[in-house]
């Protein structure tokens, strides 16, 4: 079956440091993929969108990658900030979005 | 406005009660949701609207019956539940894109405790 997975359930990083996130996709291939940040007790919010023909796509302190090879999507968010602390889903979207597990993040100040 | 609304926050209902959640956008979008979130889980997806018409059902229990009486509201009945269905269940809307990049916006959720 097609899957989503994002492999960390919990990353601790220090503000100002890079957290870097997972997500890996098995038995399809699809056209993009997609980030959400969602917040305790919140929808999940839009980020960014990446397709398969873009190697890498940025907004602002976040950058998104798409490795067809290896089947994985990075996603960085440099100088984080304890307000980046969340937790962030990979999405595999269309008629039926099915999310990866999430990844929660947490900065210490 | 790019906001989705979804009334009430909370709900807390026995399990002979019957209730509905409620969920607008202005945003003209086409394609509507419901997704059902258990603590420390992703959403997981129950019904999709694409122009006021069920689109998918995710084999959900018939306890749960959606509604779509126009294309900016959205509701999903609820009847006879059980305490496993206490979750947040979200609503969400996006445009019907045939690329299928349908950035989805969510709405905060209605938080569901079932007695």
């Known amino acids: 079956s097609q899957k989503i997975e994002q492999n960390s359930e919990a990353l601790n990083i220090q503000e100002g440091k890079t957290a870097t996130l997972t997500c890996n996709y098995t038995?399809?291939?699809?056209?993009?993929l997609q980030w959400y940040r969602q917040d305790p007790g919140r929808g999940p919010v839009f980020l960014l969108l990446?397709?398969?023909?873009?190697k890498e796509k940025r907004k602002e302190r976040l950058k998104v990658t798409f490795d067809t090879t290896l089947k994985q999507s990075l996603f960085h968010i440099t100088a984080s900030q304890p307000a980046d602390s969340a937790t962030y889903l990979c999405?595999?979207?269309?008629?039926?979005?099915?999310f990866g597990a999430g990844t929660r993040l947490f900065v210490k100040a | 406005d790019t906001e989705v609304t979804q009334t009430p926050k909370h709900l807390v209902m026995g399990m002979t009660n019957k209730k509905s959640l409620k969920c607008e956008q202005h945003?003209?979008?086409?394609?509507m949701y419901w997704y059902k979130q258990k603590a420390k889980k992703p959403p997981e997806l129950m019904f999709v609207?694409?122009?006021?018409?069920?689109?998918i059902n995710e084999s959900v229990p018939s306890r749960f019956s959606p509604e779509c009486p126009n294309s900016s509201l959205l509701n999903l009945h609820l009847h006879a539940l059980q305490p496993e269905d206490s979750a947040l269940y979200l609503c969400?809307?996006?445009?019907?894109?045939?690329?299928?990049?349908?950035?989805?916006?969510f709405g905060p959720g209605t938080r569901l405790t079932v007695l």
């Open positions: 969400a809307s996006s445009h019907w894109d045939r690329e299928r990049t349908d950035t989805q916006y």
């Open positions: 038995n399809y291939s699809p056209a993009y």
């Open positions: 990446i397709r398969e023909n873009e």
């Open positions: 999405a595999r979207g269309g008629f039926k979005t099915i």
């Open positions: 945003m003209g979008h086409r394609a």
């Open positions: 609207y694409s122009y006021e018409k069920l689109s």
